[in-house]
């Protein structure tokens, strides 16, 4: 099946610095990717798609200077964090889907990142 | 706007049967698809409707009527693991290749033995 793999599982960092979020897609590739971030008992809700080769797509309300999202590669995508803030605290999510299977529009997600930022 | 609504909590014996239900409004409509969610970890796909009427997979059913912009998850034989925080979503079109969804809130389901 689908594997997504999104490293680093957690993070802790100071406020202020910056962290980047990788998501690789293992056995297919991936032109478009999802990133959501998630509160605690909450919802997914979508922060931005990410298509490769072109700029990422945000939703209303996401900065996208605060949240840099780069898709280089048909199975990498990355989500920077820029001077963190305790209010960026959060789980960030990514996930996928494989073009050529498209039809039941299933999305494969990464294990999720937990971000703490002091 | 987009808005989906579905019950918060829902509490059922092991060996039940429990339907959790899922209401949307969209300005757009590819699909209704179920999410499972274990604390901590990644959603897993379950089921997706396109059309009215039910998709059968192992224990897990969905059923959608478009007419009714509403659609359930129904779970049989509940086991304890299939405690969890099941999520309904609404395939949007994306102007990109794929679709993105929208979410529910999420209902958390606690079977109990």
């Known amino acids: 099946g689908a594997v997504v793999s999104q490293h680093p599982s957690r993070v802790i960092c100071k406020s202020g610095t910056s962290v980047k979020i990788e998501c690789r897609s293992l056995d297919f590739q991936a032109t478009t990717m999802f990133w959501y971030r998630q509160f605690p008992k909450q919802s997914l809700m979508l922060m931005a798609t990410s298509n490769e080769g072109s700029k990422a797509t945000y939703e209303q309300g996401v900065e996208k200077d605060k949240f840099l999202i780069n898709h280089a590669s048909l199975t990498l995508s990355t989500l920077t964090v820029t001077s963190a803030h305790p209010e960026d605290s959060s789980f960030y999510i990514c996930?996928?889907?494989?073009?050529?299977?498209?039809?039941?529009?299933?999305?494969?997600f990464g294990a999720g990142t937990r971000l703490s930022v002091l | 706007g987009q808005s989906l609504e579905q019950p918060s909590e829902v509490t059922a014996v092991e060996g039940a049967i429990v339907q959790i239900n899922c209401t949307y409004q969209?300005?757009?409509?590819?699909?209704l698809s179920w999410y499972q969610q274990h604390d901590g970890g990644a959603p897993t796909f379950l089921s997706y409707?396109?059309?009215?009427g039910l998709e059968e997979t192992g224990r897990f059913s969905s059923f959608l009527s478009r007419s009714d912009s509403y659609g359930y998850l129904l779970l049989q034989e509940l086991q304890m693991k299939d405690s969890a925080s099941y999520f309904c979503?609404?395939?949007?079109?994306?102007?990109?290749?794929?679709?993105?969804?929208?979410f529910g809130k999420g209902t958390s389901l606690l079977v109990t033995p």
């Open positions: 979503a609404v395939s949007l079109s994306n102007s990109n290749s794929g679709y993105a969804l929208n």
């Open positions: 409707n396109a059309l009215d």
């Open positions: 996930s996928a889907t494989i073009p050529t299977d498209s039809s039941k529009n299933i999305q494969y």
């Open positions: 969209t300005s757009g409509f590819y699909g």
